[in-house]
């Protein structure tokens, strides 16, 4: 193997290693998060996530975006608890100087709030299957898709393990 391919081979495991770290720095602070809110009542759920610190909330606002956005979209973050803190997720975007995400943040909250009655609707049935269906109604996928070509999830993390490590 020529020396330039070994030295370029070390400098992407190096990278690979430290995107690692910072992933599970982050996981590790966000779990830690969520297991210290409550889970038995929303409004106490809230009221918990409220309460925390600056940093804490903007990783829980940040993760819990992006895990539900990357499990079912959209849709299913506007669904579940997870979509009251969405003007703080946006926020949270703008602190860790991530502009282009808060921007399709604020689209799906448009696309949302478009399909405020449709949405009512989906919801009021309470049944998983007009929830499965709410997919090919809503035009929140093809706020999904600009979601995942503008986040670059392992920059948007390096930023949050380095905002966890200077809080010490």
Not at 21 to 38: I, K, Q
Not at 151 to 161: G, T
């Amino acid at each position: 193997m020529k020396e330039f391919d070994r030295t370029q081979l070390k400098a992407k495991k190096a990278l690979m290693v430290l995107r690692e770290r910072n992933s599970r720095c982050v996981r590790g602070f966000y779990e830690t998060v969520l297991r210290s809110l409550p889970s038995d009542s929303p409004s106490k759920h809230r009221q918990a996530v409220a309460e925390l610190t600056q940093l804490s909330r903007d990783i829980y606002c940040v993760m819990a975006l992006d895990d539900e956005v990357r499990n079912g979209g959209f849709n299913q973050y506007f669904f579940g608890d997870a979509g009251h803190f969405v003007q703080d997720a946006i926020a949270s975007f703008a602190r860790f100087d991530e502009p282009r995400i808060a921007a399709v943040v604020r689209q799906a909250v448009e696309v949302f709030s478009a399909e405020h009655e449709l949405q009512q609707r989906i919801r009021q049935t309470g049944t998983l299957e007009a929830f499965a269906a709410s997919y090919s109604v809503s035009k929140l996928g093809e706020v999904d898709d600009a979601y995942f070509e503008g986040v670059h999830f392992d920059r948007l993390c390096e930023k949050m393990a380095a905002a966890i490590r200077s809080a010490g």
